[in-house]
């Protein structure tokens, strides 16, 4: 069974920059689409960024274009998250999700499997 673990979440000033990486044990992480989600406190959980499985092609939410990253390391079995300029209302808990069909999505019940998250606040 596949399970993901966030890291690297914190608290950041609002401008500043956060890396968060998923990953999992026993299992190649770049066999499967990894999107990078997020859920504020009352609201619905967003799609911030998706990669896909082997050739890494990526797509990104309208709000975080221009300032996130998504990227894979394969020799580390990670996909990462680089978040730059964060803003406050970027504060949420930041989820991975994996799925292996051969897809871009931001929407989550696109995903299966899902990680515990991780707190990202933002604040001065």
């Known amino acids: 069974q596949l399970q993901l673990v966030e890291s690297g979440g914190g608290l950041v000033q609002p401008g500043g920059s956060l890396r968060l990486s998923c990953t999992t044990s026993g299992l190649t992480l770049n066999d499967f689409t990894i999107g990078w989600f997020r859920q504020a406190p009352g609201k619905e959980r967003e799609g911030v960024a998706c990669?896909?499985?082997?050739?890494?092609?990526?797509i990104y939410a309208n709000s975080v274009k221009g300032r996130f990253t998504i990227s894979r390391d394969n020799a580390k079995n990670t996909v990462s998250l680089q978040m730059d300029s964060l803003k406050p209302e970027e504060t949420a808990v930041y989820y991975c999700?994996?799925?292996?069909?051969?897809?871009?999505?931001?929407?989550?019940?696109?995903?299966?499997?899902w990680g515990q998250g991780t707190q990202v606040t933002v604040s001065s």
């Open positions: 990669i896909s499985s082997r050739e890494g092609s990526a």
């Open positions: 999700a994996a799925t292996v069909a051969r897809l871009l999505s931001l929407k989550a019940d696109s995903f299966y499997a």
